[in-house]
């Protein structure tokens, strides 16, 4: 599976037998995937999830060289006190995946609760800087690597989905900035973009939602195409091999990520005038 992804090489591979790797949301969906992969190919793992249950799950499942902390990263002293503790346990980073993340219901931003969009605001973007920030003296220390994990969503225009989107773009800015700053300390970063992968939390939206099936529907079907968990796992892990600056995931999306300047220009002025999607919109609205 591994042509799934589009990726741009760092430089160094990254061997992560006995290497620590911090990954946060590890408890299910891609986190819980990634952290059977790198498990597999020999990582020591440090797992952070607000699931206690379920985190307690994947470390029985996996056996040893797992360590697990429970903590919010949208609790910034929490989540900086779990990958403290961890590095304690694990001798420190030499990669960090920032791959915690939440989908809201489908809404415009008209009719939005405020409280749903900061929420949203503090695990997807503010929770990545949460993450990232208490590791990076360990990982600059060893000259390790860096993953934050953004979407297509970052630069497709979607209406109904603007918190998860401006998230996203944010989390998008953030890797490629750090990517710049630790580049003079010789420690990579990558920022990794997905379309739909299948997890619980997608399904709750695409799947048991009518208008989030709807607005998916308006995609062309290349772009419906659906990874599994797994298949994302892969592809992270493969990323953390290569050091990768960037990959992207499924591949159908990369001619619009290379011309999204072009691109979007064409898809902002088609949907704002399209009267399916007024409709939608309208549906979106009238659920206030």
């Avoid at 591949?251 to 999204?260: G, H, I, S, T």
């Amino acid at each position: 599976m591994r042509d799934l992804g589009v990726p741009l090489p760092g430089g160094r591979v990254l061997d992560v037998t006995d290497r620590a790797v911090l990954i946060t949301g590890a408890a299910s969906g891609i986190g819980h995937a990634l952290a059977r992969t790198l498990h597999r190919r020999g990582a020591v793992l440090g797992l952070v999830d607000r699931d206690e249950t379920a985190l307690a799950a994947v470390a029985e499942e996996l056996g040893d060289r797992v360590h697990t902390a429970v903590a919010d990263v949208a609790d910034r002293d929490g989540v900086a006190a779990a990958v403290t503790d961890l590095a304690r346990l694990t001798g420190g980073w030499d990669v960090v995946v920032a791959g915690a993340g939440i989908t809201p219901p489908p809404a415009t931003l008209r009719a939005l609760v405020p409280e749903e969009f900061d929420r949203v605001v503090a695990v997807n973007l503010t929770g990545v800087f949460n993450t990232v920030r208490p590791a990076l003296e360990n990982v600059v220390a060893r000259r390790g690597y860096v993953l934050v994990v953004s979407s297509a969503a970052a630069f497709a225009p979607g209406p109904g989905g603007s918190p998860y989107m401006i998230t996203k773009a944010g989390v998008e800015q953030l890797g490629r900035a750090l990517r710049l700053e630790l580049a003079p300390h010789g420690t990579d970063v990558g920022v990794a973009y997905f379309g739909f992968v299948d997890t619980p939390l997608a399904r709750t939206t695409l799947d048991d939602d009518p208008l989030g099936r709807a607005l998916a529907a308006r995609l062309p079907s290349p772009l419906r195409t659906r990874l599994t968990a797994d298949q994302a796992a892969r592809v992270l892990a493969d990323a953390v091999a290569r050091r990768a600056g960037r990959v992207l995931a499924p591949a159908a999306w990369q001619p619009w990520a290379l011309l999204r300047g072009a691109v979007n220009v064409v898809a902002d002025r088609y949907l704002a005038g399209d009267p399916a999607c007024h409709a939608l919109i309208r549906d979106l609205e009238s659920r206030a």
